[in-house]
């Protein structure tokens, strides 16, 4: 027990950027475009927020990490615009243009690094650069939930928390969530109520980038002290099975988000727990996949998904 | 005034938009466009042209048909799926438990030369195929979609494929990161002395795939109901095909072409079993090659050899201190210029309507 509470920090650290970046991918899916390129913003706003922090904080910037984390928020959405450029303008086939920038991030983050750095990764800040570990004074005093939820967490788990208030608020409570929502179910039922489906579109896909950068961001600077090419190591996958086991609601992602990143903490202290000894180090790293697709083959009948998500937007079909 | 434009003509203008992007990239990052032009040209011919004393090195030559032999097949694989209807995504799984699968038949059973590489590849094959068999069955008979499962089993692939080489092979004492080497009956030979490079006769089996994919494709009743599936599948249905088979049988086959890639890379190659860190990208690569190639056996072969050149190029990019990577930049723009061809179609036609208007306007 006490071994969990112990464990519980660091499962909420790793589980912060999946529950953000998840979060990115419901805006996306809900307004009826897949975005598989969640490992591509992560990548890129990881990047840039580790980049930006070396230089700024060489300087002597001062708050560098918030500037390096709103800096990624933006070169996410910024790639991610290609991404809804060529699937809402252009007519793509969602997945290949999703894997074109997957593809394209892998490549230019470390071309970059290359050039600027020379070398296949970031320099490495200070750790005293990045974001510190908070307690919050009396709520760390209740026995048990305060060491588990209110001491030595990174302000950024507290960030996720609130991000996933906010989208439950704006895509379920607000005449705003609703239209975007019904552009992921029917689209052209919606563009004959007046809805402007490219718009709504575009704020989904931009939303979607601008959190995984920022999930990108949250995963290099607390996890690591640089960006390399195995950074993001395919969580924005695992940000997708999150989104898929969260079934596409916000409360879902939290809790899957925490699940998955409880997972992958029991993987790092298997060798401290007697039961989880004799597991192989790699059943914690494939768990999230496999219970994906057990989630899937459980749901298939029910239809749980945004339905046109993915379809490429024909206004004259019916 | 919507004429139709051909796959070759979107192709190319995917590939002459890509290489502009990446020319424009590494100059504005400062570095010489030219070198990278020598680069491929080294790649392409075995000629220097940075140093034109120097003697022809068919080294560069064989490598850069030796980078072409595994996304060739994984291009195959992408493709044979893509002409159901299906989007293989999950060929970096196939690649990998197709690698293992190999792997194991080398470094467990003990036979004569021919026969052990013909039994490790087979099995690499059927490793893949049930890999491709997963998502197949799953959309088949679950309608689930196929991309979901592929990506997540190319993780599940990952892990799974070192845990089997961790506890089952006899791991390297002195690197810890790999097995011990495969016995030479076990590796694929390689084709000529003459140079250092590893091509190898694995090229074998990449041309019997391609000559398979066609006869399938375009020759039998089989192929043809695979394809009427992907065109339509609920006429492909109404007219007494067999959808629902037709779609785990093509991912099945889809994933036998990736673990033969996987098994052709790692015994003609690294001639050890391997414990990945990473992804090959050689499941990806395979997504560039089947589109640019238009999912056809010949378009499928040239593309392979296209970015092979690009990859086996970026390798000798970094001699000109330009970074590799921007061979996987060139890569990702002409995806993506495929992805978007309904914008380039529209392009096409806006540029005939402006040449007729030059003509003298004579609209038909």
Same mark, same amino acid.
């Given at each position: 027990m006490k071994l969990i509470i112990e464990m519980f920090p660091i499962a909420l650290m790793l589980s912060t950027p999946l529950i953000i970046a998840a979060l990115g991918g419901l805006f996306s899916e809900r307004s009826g475009i897949v975005n598989i390129a969640l490992e591509a913003c992560m990548s890129v706003g990881g990047f840039t927020a580790a980049t930006l922090l070396v230089i700024l904080s060489s300087k002597g910037v001062p708050n560098a990490v918030w500037i390096a984390s709103v800096a990624a928020i933006f070169s996410g959405a910024l790639l991610v615009s290609i991404h809804a450029f060529a699937s809402i303008?252009?007519?793509?086939d969602q997945t290949i243009s999703g894997t074109a920038l997957n593809v394209f991030a892998g490549g230019l983050t470390i071309y970059l690094s290359e050039i600027i750095f020379n070398a296949k990764s970031t320099e490495a800040y200070s750790t005293g650069a990045t974001f510190s570990k908070m307690s919050i004074p009396i709520l760390k005093e209740i026995p048990v939930i305060g060491k588990m &939820? &209110?001491?030595?967490?990174?302000p950024t788990t507290y960030i996720a928390f609130i991000l996933v208030l906010v989208s439950w608020f704006i895509l379920f409570k607000t005449p705003f969530g609703l239209r975007l929502r019904s552009c992921g179910e029917f689209p052209q039922a919606s563009a004959s109520m007046g809805i402007n489906v490219v718009k709504m579109r575009w704020i989904g896909v931009l939303a979607s980038g601008a959190f995984a950068g920022f999930a990108g961001a949250v995963l290099v600077l607390t996890t690591s002290t640089f960006y390399f090419a195995g950074s993001i190591h395919g969580l924005g996958f695992v940000a997708i099975a999150t989104l898929i086991f969260g079934k596409w609601n916000p409360w879902g992602v939290l809790f899957a988000g925490i699940f998955f990143g409880f997972a992958q903490t029991l993987g790092l202290y298997s060798s401290a727990i007697p039961y989880l000894q004799k597991l192989p180090n790699e059943f914690f790293s494939l768990f999230p996949y496999v219970i994906t697709i057990i989630v899937l083959v459980l749901f298939a009948s029910k239809s749980v998904g945004p339905k046109a998500s993915g379809e490429i937007y024909d206004s004259s079909k019916r | 005034m919507n004429k139709k434009h051909s796959a070759l003509k979107i192709s190319l203008i995917a590939v002459v938009f890509g290489l502009l992007l990446g020319f424009l990239v590494v100059l504005i990052t400062g570095r010489s466009p030219m070198d990278m032009l020598y680069a491929f040209i080294r790649s392409l011919t075995g000629y220097n042209l940075a140093k034109p004393d120097k003697p022809i090195n068919l080294m560069y030559v064989f490598n850069w048909l030796l980078e072409a032999m595994p996304i060739i097949l994984t291009g195959l694989s992408v493709g044979f799926a893509y002409r159901t209807g299906l989007f293989n995504i999950g060929g970096e799984g196939q690649f990998m438990v197709g690698s293992t699968a190999a792997s194991f038949v080398a470094l467990t059973i003990n036979m004569p030369l021919v026969p052990h590489i013909i039994l490790c590849l087979v099995v690499g094959m059927l490793a893949g195929a049930l890999w491709g068999f997963i998502p197949g069955f799953l959309k088949a008979?679950?309608?689930?979609?196929?991309v979901v499962v592929c990506i997540m089993l190319n993780y599940i692939g990952l892990f799974f494929s070192n845990y089997l080489v961790r506890t089952f092979l006899e791991i390297d004492p002195n690197t810890n990161a790999r097995t011990v080497a495969f016995p030479i009956t076990a590796v694929l030979p390689k084709v000529t002395d003459m140079t250092a490079s590893q091509f190898n006769y694995g090229f074998v089996l990449v041309v019997l795939c391609l000559v398979m994919y066609w006869f399938i494709l375009e020759k039998t009743t089989f192929g043809y109901s695979l394809r009427a599936t992907g065109f339509n599948s609920e006429a492909a249905r109404f007219a007494g095909m067999k959808v629902k088979r037709n779609t785990v049988y093509s991912m099945m086959i889809a994933g036998a072409l990736s673990g033969a890639a996987g098994a052709i890379v790692v015994l003609g190659v690294f001639k050890y079993g391997r414990i990945f860190t990473l992804f090959d990208n050689y499941g990806f690569d395979g997504i560039s090659v089947a589109l640019v190639g238009a999912a056809n056996a010949v378009g499928i072969a040239l593309s392979g050899l296209l970015f092979a050149l690009l990859k086996s190029g970026g390798n000798n990019l970094q001699l000109f201190n330009i970074p590799k990577e921007i061979s996987q930049l060139i890569q990702a723009a002409i995806i993506f210029f495929v992805a978007i061809q309904y914008g380039v179609i529209l392009m096409l036609n806006k540029f005939d309507g402006f040449k007729l208007k030059l003509k003298g306007g004579k609209k038909a």
């Open positions: 303008h252009m007519k793509a &939820f &209110f001491e030595g967490i990174y | 008979y679950h309608n689930i979609n196929e």
